[in-house]
């Protein structure tokens, strides 16, 4: 097995266009084309997770955080990133990272986090918005099932639970081709009025081109007339953080140990107490101070998140319980998720959890 088809695998897991803009993920360094010895799973790739590396002959590490961030100007081994990368290199080690990827992703990091803690009906907090795409396309009554079927294959026409998606309608079309057309009804050169079916499908933006692929494939026409849309609709099944409900309502300390228990979390900091029971509940893993207003909206009895700043605990208006319970404790069963999902999939290849705890932050 080379690299590249576990690569398959992993896109499969966190497919990189959920990722955000900023993000730098996907394979950060190593030869695709290599054959794979074995998978490292952890959450950060750093020096000594890469020593893990070669003592348990992996040559491919799959990382949660990307090691390799913001642009490098020199590679001298001066920080941790560098000696990292150093290192990595120097043994042939690829290292891949799905960070927001998986984020993003309806069962990754946040229905992970929120799974944890037992909450139930668990739905995105902040769906991704410009991520959805129409086609629109005419075509005759006998092409338009192949055609239609064929744009199921690949991925259009799914919205939430339902696939298959698509409206029809019925109409005409004129047109008279030059000298040099070869009109699949009608003749070149003769105003043609035909019946078509018009057809309309949605589709996420990153399988535009094996959409468009698809209906030149399968469309019977010489010149293929066709729209392409960039919806306002957002993504119910692709966002940020995750918003769902306890099996019993409790009190806001009950409900504290409870957080510090399930996310081995040993320092929680967080706002006054307001009185009310802690219900409706929303996560979101890792730097999470910017989305306090939509757990707000969203009708949150609590938010638990990390890397609060002091002001930002004064956003909660005494309106829900705001808790930073740590970056790396949001975050810290993501690398379990990545192991099972691979051990799936691959179940007679070598798939190893990292013993290295990379934390950076410690408790007195």
Do not use: W
């Not at 394979?27 to 010895?37: K, P, R, S």
């Not at 099944?237 to 099996?247: C, H, P, Q, S």
């Amino acid at each position: 097995m080379k690299i590249k088809d576990i690569l398959v695998i992993l896109e499969e897991m966190a497919p990189l266009a959920y990722a955000e803009d900023f993000d730098n993920v996907g394979l950060l360094t190593g030869e695709a084309n290599a054959e794979a010895n074995g998978v490292l799973v952890c959450h950060d790739a750093l020096e000594n997770v890469i020593d893990e590396a070669i003592a348990k002959n992996c040559n491919l590490v799959v990382c949660f955080h990307p090691i390799l961030f913001s642009g490098l100007k020199k590679i001298t081994g001066s920080n941790y990133v560098e000696r990292a990368l150093i290192k990595a290199i120097k043994n042939d080690i690829a290292i891949y990272a799905v960070h927001t990827a998986l984020d993003n992703h309806q069962n990754g990091v946040n229905h992970i986090f929120a799974t944890a803690l037992g909450l139930k009906d668990i739905k995105i907090l902040i769906p991704k918005s410009s991520f959805i795409r129409k086609l629109i396309t005419y075509t005759t009554p006998e092409n338009a099932d192949e055609v239609r079927n064929a744009l199921f294959e690949v991925g259009a026409g799914t919205i939430g639970n339902y696939d298959n998606c698509s409206f029809n309608s019925n109409g005409f079309s004129t047109y008279q081709g030059n000298e040099n057309s070869k009109p699949t009804v009608g003749n070149k050169g003769e105003l043609t009025q035909t019946n078509e079916i018009k057809i309309e499908v949605t589709f996420e933006k990153h399988l535009e081109s094996k959409i468009l692929k698809t209906l030149f494939e399968h469309h019977v026409y010489e010149e293929v007339a066709y729209e392409i849309y960039e919806l306002q609709n957002k993504h119910q099944n692709i966002g940020l953080g995750a918003i769902g409900t306890l099996e019993k309502p409790m009190a806001e300390a009950e409900f504290l140990n409870l957080v510090k228990d399930k996310m081995l979390a040993p320092g929680i900091r967080h706002t006054n107490f307001i009185g009310k029971n802690i219900s409706k509940v929303a996560v979101l893993g890792g730097s999470g101070s910017f989305a306090i207003k939509n757990a707000i909206q969203a009708g949150a009895d609590a938010f638990l998140t990390a890397d609060l700043k002091y002001h930002n605990f004064y956003e909660a208006e005494n309106q829900l319980l705001l808790a930073d319970i740590g970056h790396f404790e949001s975050e810290r069963y993501t690398k379990n998720y990545i192991v099972d999902f691979l051990q799936k999939k691959i179940p007679n290849f070598a798939i190893i959890l990292s013993e290295e705890n990379t934390n950076p932050v410690k408790y007195l």
